[in-house]
């Protein structure tokens, strides 16, 4: 693909990225953090990813995140609505339930916005699909490092990573084999993401260990 290829609206990044401040900031709070523990996981989890396609897979000069004074600016105002109105939000029963939700809106976000950078920068297929679930699930996976907690990418759980692989390939397929164009995709893979990871929250549908490995991971048995 040319270095030229057209970028989606910086709204998908920037929304993304706000809402990933916001659960960040709230596990920060959640865990009594102070207002600059809360400050870092909220720019941990919302530029961990982007961070991470930048400086891993593309290396095109700095990374986004310090090219532009927006992306800093929505981490402060999504960790400032954390700090003044969060209080609310910690009467919420559902609290994980409603950060997973938050998640999910912006998980379909960053996979098309990793994707789409991947493709200008003239990646092959499979590594504009890496880049996406890179920029999707890394920020979540660092914030989980920051909170001493395994990484939810890493165990059964509720269609997290697999909903963001089905954004992806969606993604790719429309963009490759249709005439649509790539802002409209980018719309329906955000839909399609939030909706399995939604419905996989609601009725709990997960994904599921090995069984021929159940004897290790039932007794925790080292590696």
Known sequence: MPSEMFLLPPFFDFGATFLWTVSGALLGARRGYDIIGILILALVSSTGGGLLRDGLFLQQGPPVLVRSPVYLGIVLLGTLVVVLFGHRVQRIKAFEPL?????????????????????????????????????????????????????????????????????????????????????????????????????????????KALRDFEADWQEDRPI
């Not at 789409?116 to 880049?131: H, K, P, T, Y």
């Not at 397929?173 to 939030?194: E, G, K, N, P």
Request: hydrophobic share 60%; proline share 2%.
């Open 99 to 207: 950060v997973g939700l938050v998640d999910a809106l912006g998980l379909g976000a960053y996979a098309v916005v990793g994707m789409n950078r991947a493709e200008a920068a003239g990646l092959s297929l499979l590594g504009v699909a890496l880049v996406g679930m890179v920029n999707a699930v890394g920020g979540g996976l660092l914030r989980s490092v920051l909170l001493a907690r395994e990484p939810r990418l890493f165990r059964p759980g509720t269609l997290e990573a697999a909903a963001a692989l089905i954004g992806c390939g969606l993604f790719l397929a429309v963009t490759r084999l249709t005439d649509v164009a790539q802002t409209s995709a980018a719309w329906l893979t955000i839909v399609v993401v939030f909706i399995i990871r939604a419905l996989a929250v609601r009725y709990k549908v997960s994904t």
